[in-house]
């Protein structure tokens, strides 16, 4: 699997790239530096649209540019926000989208989409579908900058993947799946979807809003570039620790005796009672623990994946974690093991 190589350096791949909302609370305080952030810890960051343009920091990152407000040399992804606006029932012009991305001087840019729900009408289905294509399409032909500018790709079926690829213009730096999230339990679906997504190109791919340990292990097996997660700091939010052996949450940790041990950099510096307190600083240093167990876990799998031992490592993992990640892994070894038409 080859590196994803921007203007701020090279991602090594199989990576996590930590969701940053840049927002409200807890983001203030990783901004002003009190505590090392998410972007420092990982290869690169994401950040949607919507929340940056929600949000007091539109302006300085607009203006200074999104590295120089965060304090980072490490590459950042700004997503469309596609998802988001179509839970708010709104939309922005795709040109309108670029120009911004580029403005705020992101590595990779991710086009405006339109994602599609399982219970959609098959019309407005394919009216959606048709519009991400021209949106894509049309920012590619806009652009004016060396930013890379990611596809987002949408279907919600292997067929309709492939028709959308073909539709899409040729020159897209790699490529973003969505419309994964309302359906990231039916681990047969992800696979699938992958599997498509991945014999179409080999240009990086990115996959929106899987985090769940049983698909990291097993799309990573498929050949997914990064994944994008947002987990760490939701977990923190309902005081969960990520078990750094079983990989399962333990929840509501006020109530328990004792956490488990963990080597992490955060747990070796601070203590339980500074998980549980119900003040932003609390959730941040829960959160970073998390994002270390994630971050660990992806390092784990990119290295044994670049000594062609992934699948005898993800056998081994799987004995101590939670059993989801062994039948994940096996619908994916099954589908790649299938010869393909
Ligand atoms: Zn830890």
Redesign the pocket.
């Known amino acids: 699997m080859p590196d994803i190589v921007t203007k701020h350096g090279t991602i090594k791949t199989p990576a996590l790239i930590p969701v940053v909302a840049a927002s409200y609370g807890i983001w203030d305080k990783w901004i002003a530096g009190d505590y090392t952030a998410p972007w420092n810890l990982s290869q690169g960051v994401i950040l949607s649209l919507y929340h940056i343009l929600k949000y007091p920091y539109r302006e300085r990152i607009s203006k200074e540019g999104v590295h120089a407000v965060l304090g980072t040399d490490n590459p950042v992804y700004i997503d469309s926000g596609g998802f988001q606006y179509m839970k708010k029932g709104a939309e922005l012009d795709p040109v309108e989208v670029l120009r911004y991305q580029e403005r705020m001087g992101c590595d990779i840019g991710i086009t405006f989409d339109f994602p599609i729900l399982p219970d959609m009408e098959e019309q407005e289905k394919e009216a959606r579908l048709e519009r991400s294509i021209a949106s894509a399409n049309v920012m590619l032909k806009e652009k004016r900058t060396d930013m890379c500018l990611y596809g987002a790709i949408h279907g919600s079926n292997p067929r309709e993947i492939t028709d959308y690829m073909h539709q899409l213009d040729s020159g897209f730096s790699g490529y973003g799946i969505g419309s994964l999230v309302p359906r990231k339990n039916q681990l047969t679906h992800l696979v699938d979807m992958i599997y498509q997504v991945r014999q179409q190109t080999e240009k990086p791919v990115h996959c929106f809003g899987i985090t769940g340990f049983p698909a990291l292990f097993a799309l990573s097996y498929l050949g997914v570039d990064t994944f994008d997660s947002w987990a760490y700091v939701v977990a923190a939010a309902f005081k969960e620790?990520?078990h750094?052996v079983t990989l399962s949450r333990v929840k509501n940790i006020k109530h328990v005796d004792r956490?488990p041990p963990?080597?992490?950099?955060?747990?070796?510096q601070y203590s339980h009672e500074d998980m549980i307190r119900a003040d932003s600083d609390s959730e941040i240093i829960l959160a970073?623990?998390?994002l270390?167990?994630f971050l660990y876990e992806m390092e784990q799998i990119r290295e044994s994946s670049r000594e062609n031992n992934l699948e005898s490592y993800i056998e081994k993992r799987s004995q101590t974690t939670n059993k989801r990640v062994r039948q994940a892994f096996k619908i994916a070894r099954e589908k790649s093991s299938q010869p393909s038409f």
């Open positions: 620790f990520v750094p956490l963990c080597e992490c950099a955060i747990c070796q970073l623990h998390n270390n167990i």
